[in-house]
């Protein structure tokens, strides 16, 4: 059940949705996250690189 109301909608589910998230709950807001994808298919591109941040070669 969705809640009647919100401080901060925040739309996806990747990496970076879920930092906003997290940062707003920090600061004491009501936070919602909203993902298209199916379960199994979430998390943006995230997903593709499995958590991994990208390297610049020296």
Known sequence: MLPT????IVV????AAFCA????AEHGVSVLVLERAPEDESG?????TTGRRAAQQP
């Open 21 to 24: 998230a997290l940062a707003a």
């Open 5 to 8: 109301s919100v401080n901060v």
């Open 44 to 48: 943006g591109n995230s997903r593709f």
């Open 12 to 15: 996806g589910a990747g990496n």
